[in-house]
């Protein structure tokens, strides 16, 4: 399987943005589908993650209350809804699938290209 990501861009503070990720292949039930982010400097750290069997949802601290992640099977593209923007959303963020539930960066096994979010203040 491949995945693509889109939707990110140039937003004030206080705007939203929604990610896209679309995988082309076969997403299976026992998969997870997750968002990372990676900051010029700063380590890679986890944003979000959906399970594609039964729809559980998880969230880093920093996005609780801003930012909201969903799928659609019969599409194969997981979304993340971003509100609240601050400056330091800025980074790149990327989709990641990996078999089972997890959410260290380490034990997703497949990943997208990135795409670009940036904050202005």
């Known amino acids: 399987v491949q995945l693509q990501a889109s939707g990110g861009g140039l937003v004030q503070a206080g705007g939203s943005l929604r990610l896209s990720c679309t995988a082309s292949?076969?997403?299976?039930?026992?998969?997870?589908l997750a968002w990372f982010r990676q900051a010029p400097g700063k380590e890679r750290e986890f944003v979000a993650a959906?399970?594609?069997?039964?729809?559980?949802?998880s969230y880093a601290d920093s996005v609780k209350g801003r930012f909201t992640i969903s799928r659609v099977n019969a599409e194969n593209t997981v979304y993340l809804q971003m509100n609240s923007l601050k400056p330091e959303d800025t980074a790149v963020y990327l989709c990641?699938?990996?078999?089972?539930?997890?959410?260290?960066?380490?034990?997703?096994?497949?990943w997208g290209q990135g795409t670009q979010v940036t904050v202005s203040s």
């Open positions: 292949g076969i997403v299976y039930s026992r998969d997870t």
């Open positions: 990641a699938l990996r078999p089972g539930l997890g959410y260290d960066g380490e034990d997703y096994d497949t």
């Open positions: 959906i399970t594609w069997r039964d729809n559980k949802k």
